[in-house]
């Protein structure tokens, strides 16, 4: 987990809160907030009675979405700041009548929409079409992502703490976001934000803070240009921290017999520290002992730069060690959410390879290929020559409705080459909406190649992406299909991901997204020296009509 999620159940009655104040600074209608220095850090549980809170006047969410009339119930806001965190309190009345519509216990994410729930927008610079959307239901399950021109980077993660707790008249929320994935140096000061509330429970109510765009424009809370503004965020110091986490760990190897009887495999970690100071941690691995007692395996310092890096360890296992890892890093002493390597098939609970008898791999021998299994370094059928270039998904469109305008001996043999270490947001040039049932929203003509370099002097490949809007209706992306081959084209030394973040996104992926292919084909075409990924139905599906 890369964040805590608190739920909590209480009898006590909700503070006082006080009147309304709108800080002056509403421009073209929009309302302003200041963000309050606390004097103290609020705990976060969920409840807002915290001593620090009573130094901040909260503000009313008065608007109801596409609607003109005023909400049924109250819901008051509270923001403040020390030098690490941001704060944001919301204090969520009921009517006497209706109970809060709450899951408690359970934090998986599916759950949010079945729940009473809020949903913060913080926009670090309004000039700047990036935002991140943070979503905490009363029962405590949250969820994050960020949006660069409104598409969603499945990618993107932070550690930041949240809490909810149902009271006698309500629910009430916490968050504390930390200030450096929000400015540098300083807030903007053109800083916006938004502060949502959905009430579940028929008849359904959608409140929010800042009145948004009419029915018309389909945004629904995703409404950037109308979130609000606040008041003097300039003024408010992002100090630089050190924040390592682990980004991603992998399991490279099946576990390795040891020449004193033990067992070892290796351990790739990537460590990411976005706060801006650099500092040394501490990664400890561990795995299942007997009598469920955890059992470190390799505990070790580690340098973290600012920004990333990546280290690997060789982890020793204890002969009676069973089940798969958990890796963690300590700083200070305090250790940091558990993460789950990936590749833990390699390490099949019971198997212990004998002395001598290294396992080299599994399914086919790359040896009798002549080439590594999945490609990337060492692969020998590179391509290095090009007929175009292209740097962009918009580039690549061209050249392929050019290509495909074309007769097959025009194109035969050409070959498109997408440059190295290029990022093409595929959804950008295509219409989403207007894409059909089984058909292609693009085609690799017969004959022709489109290529990367993955592998060649270590390259990962150029990554083609393909982000799902964030305001794509649920069926965007039923039974459609992203790339198609045509007999003979092939598709090579690129990175390939689709729109789906995997199990538990809830909202972020649909169950029609679930049914989105990565490339098909209409006749014998080849992939390979691709990593392909994220599409939950199929990366690669030889099985749909080549209609």
Known sequence: ???????????????????????????????AIRIVRLPSAPTIDGRVDDAAWREVTPVKLEHVLYQTNTPAVETLARLGHDDRFLYIGVCCLEDGVRQPSALPGIAIPDTIGMQDHLELFL????????YYHFVLAA????????????????DWNLAYTAAAAVVSNG????????????????????????????RQTEPLELITWSPLGDKAARRGFHDPDNFGRVVEAGAIAVNKV?????????????????????????????????????????????HQGPESERQISWRGPMFVPSGSTNYV??????????????AHLDVDGKPGDAFQPRGASLLTPGVRPAAGAELTGYGANAAELGDPIGGWAGYSRMVVTA??????????????????????????????????????????????????????MFTIPAGVTVAGDRGTGGSPGPLLRFRMPA???????????????????????????????????????????????????AGAGEVDNCRISHFGWADVDASVPGV
């Open 171 to 198: 629910w009430e929320a916490e968050w504390a976001i930390p200030l450096y994935v929000l400015g540098d140096g300083r807030l903007a000061d053109d800083f916006r934000l938004n502060i949502c509330r959905a």
């Open 1 to 31: 987990m890369h964040k805590t999620c608190h739920y909590m159940r209480g009898a006590g009655v909700l503070m006082a809160c006080l009147a309304l104040c709108l800080p002056p600074g509403a421009v073209a209608g929009l309302p």
């Open 313 to 326: 360890v060789k982890v020793i296992l204890r002969e009676n060690a069973v089940g798969q890892p958990l």
């Open 471 to 521: 305001d794509a209706p649920p069926d965007a992306l039923a039974e459609r299909l992203l790339f198609r081959l045509g007999p003979g084209a092939r598709l090579t030394g690129v990175r390939l991901r689709g729109p789906d973040c995997g199990h538990g996104e809830a909202a972020a992926v649909t169950s029609a997204n679930s049914r989105f292919r990565g490339v098909t084909f």
């Open 123 to 130: 926009m670090p610079d309004g000039r700047n079409p990036k």
């Open 387 to 440: 007929d175009v270039e292209v740097a962009t998904a918009k580039e690549l469109a061209a050249v392929l409705e050019e290509f495909n305008q074309k007769t097959p001996a025009e194109v035969a043999g050409k070959v498109i080459r997408v440059r190295s270490g290029a990022e093409l947001d595929l959804a950008g040039a295509v219409d989403v909406r207007a894409a059909k049932p089984y058909q292609p």
């Open 139 to 154: 029962g405590g399950a949250c969820r994050e992502q960020r949006l660069v021109d409104g598409q969603r980077d499945e």
């Open 242 to 286: 050190f924040a390592p986490r682990i980004a991603g760990a992998v399991i490279r190897s099946p576990y390795h017999a040891r020449s004193d009887g033990g067992l070892e495999y290796d351990l790739a970690v990537a460590l990411e520290n976005p706060g801006g100071l650099t500092g040394k941690a501490t990664l400890v691995v561990a």
